[in-house]
Structures are given as C-alpha cells and as structure tokens.
C-alpha cells in the first residue's frame, strides 16, 4: 500500500493515479477482509475500486490527461498533512490494544448485542441487526447522507450544463 | 465507450447475471451472512454500471431509465423513514420494528428485511444516477469535440 500511495503522488499521468487508485482500494478491501470486516471489504472493493474508478476515468475524459504544472510550491498543505497525521497518530497512542477483550470498546453495549441480538431480531448476522434496529437512527442518517449527496451531485451538474447551454461554445468542458 | 470490443461484450454477458444474483444474495442473506443493503445496492450498481460502460450508456438508460433512478432515489428513504413511521403508529417508538409482526422477534426481522431494502434502492439508484450524469457530459464533450475537431491549443 505504501509503495501504491508513492506511485500516486510520483506520477504525473492521470490515468495512471486512477489504476493505482483502484489498486490502493483492492489492498485495502484484502486488509479489511484479514479484519474480519467482509461487508465493509466488499464495500471497499465496489465503490473505491470499482464505481469511484469509473467515475473519475469519466472525469479524465473531460478533463486533460496531465497533471497541471504547479503554481505555488506545496509547503502549506504539506505543513497541515503532517499536523493532521501527526495529531491522528498521537490520537491512536491512547487506544486500547486491537481485539483485547477487557478493552473498554468490548465492555460498554457489545456484550448486549452478542448475547441478546439473536433472539430479539432473529438475526444471526449480530452487524446486522445492530445496524439495521439497534442503531436504526444512525443508519437512517446515512441513507439521508447519500440520499442528499446524490441528490447534491445532480443539481450542481444539472445546473452547470444549463449554464453552459445559455453561454454559446468555446468551452472544452474542462472544469 | 467500447462497443467494438467481442471479448469484453461477450464475457460481460456471462458476468452481468452472476453479479445482479449475487447482489440479491447479499441483500437478502444479509441477515444470515456478511452484507447487507448498502453491499447488494453498489453491487447492483456496478453491475449496471459495467453494462454502460461496455454497452453505451444509451443502452444502460434503456435498462433502468433515468427517471425510475430519480424516483427510486427518495424511494428508499422514504421506505426506511416509512417502516419507522409504521412502527410509530402501530404504538411503539420511531423505528422500533416490534410491532410490524405477529410476534416482536418477527417483526424485528421484518423490519430489518424491510430498511435494508430501503437502503438497497437508495444507494444502487443515486450511484447509478452519478454514473449517468458524468456518462452523460463526457459522451456530450465527445460530440462536441467531434463537431469541431480543430485547434485545440494543448499546453
């Protein structure tokens, strides 16, 4: 993964930062599986390998291949990567172990879920029924979430392209 | 985009059924094995997504057009949103699903069965429509490029 994460930022063909995109999120969907996380992998592998590769070949087909030469130099966005890497890492020092059953995240509702899940929803699969009842309201956040994303995506393409219809050509469509 | 290509045409038919059952698998297993709406929905969607792509979105919009996809996108909240209504007004709290069957456990599962449905339509349609709004601008840049296929000052 790390070797995949050089090779986007070393290569200036965009084509190219789109495949080792898809590659990055096809890793990450075998970690995720090797977490014992398959829905969250099958996830990963559909939309970051898949769907959000297609769309961005899309984009590349509007756009120019190249990646455009730079016109400041990128000492201030690297300044708040590393704080913001830097302040997650710290964050991690405090977690407990990974998979330690007396850790705090194993002790609070889990228990609960693992021994009453079952025969409360009839749902052997426990993400399952957390998801889909006990944390009902979070989960209709989420399709909320996409809903107005989708819906948001929509209107700001829908909008441009009226706006480039009332305008008359010469526009390459690069945006 | 690449409609001359007999390989990928012909193995994407092959492929194209295997994936749309193995996204119902997921939605409907969801409760016995991993998965669930949100898995089987973008796996639905890619399914379609990939016929696009090999078959020219023209022909994908025959497959699920347009306007089913933009109907189907409030479609699934309102499920979702619905089912905890229903609960609400079969005297119980806002998404509690108990109530939906002749016994609690029953109606959970229902309940369960019925959101993750809701979810499928949500997510499988709004990819889906993102996927036609780009298509859509990149095949209208190619007829614009077509119409005038000189002077493209590159940099």
């Known amino acids: ?175 | 985009m690449m409609r001359d290509t007999i390989i990928l045409r012909v193995v994407v038919k092959l492929l194209l059924p295997a994936i749309l059952i193995f996204a119902l698998y997921v939605q409907f297993h969801g409760d016995y094995g991993p998965g669930g709406g949100f898995q089987a929905g973008v796996a639905a969607a890619a399914a379609i997504i990939l016929y696009g792509m090999i078959f020219g979105i023209p022909a994908a919009k025959q497959v699920v057009p347009p306007s089913v996809v933009f109907v189907m996108i409030p479609l699934g909240v309102l499920i979702y949103a619905g089912t905890g209504v229903a609960g609400l007004l079969l005297g119980d709290n806002f998404l509690d699903y108990s109530p939906l069957g002749s016994k609690p456990v029953y109606g959970q599962h229902l309940g369960i069965l019925i959101v993750e449905f809701g979810v499928l339509v949500t997510v499988s349609s709004t990819m889906l429509a993102i996927f036609y709004a780009f298509g859509g601008r990149a095949d209208e840049a190619d007829a614009a490029e077509e119409a005038r296929k000189d002077g493209e000052g590159g940099s």
């Not at chain 1, 998979?99 to 052997?124: D, F, L, R």
Request: some cysteine; hydrophobic content about 50%.
């Open chain 1, 1 to 175: 993964m790390v070797v995949t994460v050089i090779g986007i930022i070393r290569a200036h063909n965009l084509f190219a930062v789109v495949m080792l995109g898809g590659v990055y999120s096809f890793l990450m969907a075998t970690v995720l599986v090797i977490l014992d996380a398959v829905d969250v992998s099958m996830t990963e592998a559909a939309v970051g390998a898949g769907i959000s590769s297609v769309l961005l070949l899309a984009v590349l087909h509007l756009v120019r291949m190249r990646e455009a030469p730079l016109r400041h130099t990128p000492v201030i966005p690297m300044i708040v990567c590393l704080l913001t890497g830097g302040a997650l890492v710290y964050g991690t020092v405090d977690l407990p172990p990974f998979g330690e059953a007396g850790g705090p995240q194993n002790q609070h509702v889990a228990p609960y879920y693992i021994e009453n899940a079952e025969h409360e929803t009839h749902s052997p699969n426990i993400v399952t029924a957390v998801l889909a009842s006990y944390r009902g309201y979070d989960t209709l956040g989420e399709v909320t979430v996409i809903f107005t994303a989708g819906i948001g995506v929509l209107v700001l393409l829908a909008a441009r392209r009226r706006r480039e219809d009332d305008e008359d050509e010469q526009k390459g469509g690069a945006a």
